[in-house]
């Protein structure tokens, strides 16, 4: 499951696309943002592979692209993370990689990509909030000690 499905599931597709005024993102725009950075971050950086993100794309869409085809476009650069850091030795966490113009110690990038995917995550949940008034219910399953129920 993408990390994003759970909130974004009930909206339609042009709810995913909505921004109150230019200046905001829209939900599909963020997970096309969340895909490239940790696709950049992560997998591109640490497998050594050609940086092809195109940033300011992530932004720029306005076409009405489908909610299960940004889901699985972020689900697959998550699985690609997670078998990428599956894989991480010590000295990839020490090593000094350039990535996105900035230089970066494999540690400082997994910090970033987990920072900002937070961050935007944040973002998404609070405009399906805003759009549904719903509760999402991320710790219904949940005791007060933390233990599942």
């Known amino acids: 499951m993408a990390a994003a499905e759970k909130p974004v599931e009930p909206l339609s597709v042009e709810q995913v696309w909505w921004r109150p005024n230019p200046a905001c993102n829209s939900i599909g725009n963020l997970i096309l943002h969340l895909e490239g950075n940790v696709g950049q971050w992560l997998v591109t950086s640490f497998n ?3 940086d092809e993100r195109n940033r300011p794309v992530e932004f720029k ?32 966490l020490t090593r000094v990689y350039e990535i996105q113009g900035y230089t970066v110690t494999g540690l400082d990038a997994i910090y970033q990509a987990v920072d900002h995917f937070a961050m935007h995550y944040g973002q998404i949940v609070y405009i399906v909030k805003a759009l549904t008034a719903a509760d999402l219910g991320f710790y219904r399953e949940l005791t007060q000690t933390g233990r599942a129920s």
């Open 48 to 50: 050594g592979l050609r």
């Open 61 to 92: 869409e306005r076409r009405l692209l489908l909610v299960r085809d940004l889901l699985g476009r972020l689900e697959t650069t998550m699985e690609q993370a997670g078998e990428t850091l599956a894989h991480l030795k010590p000295d990839h």
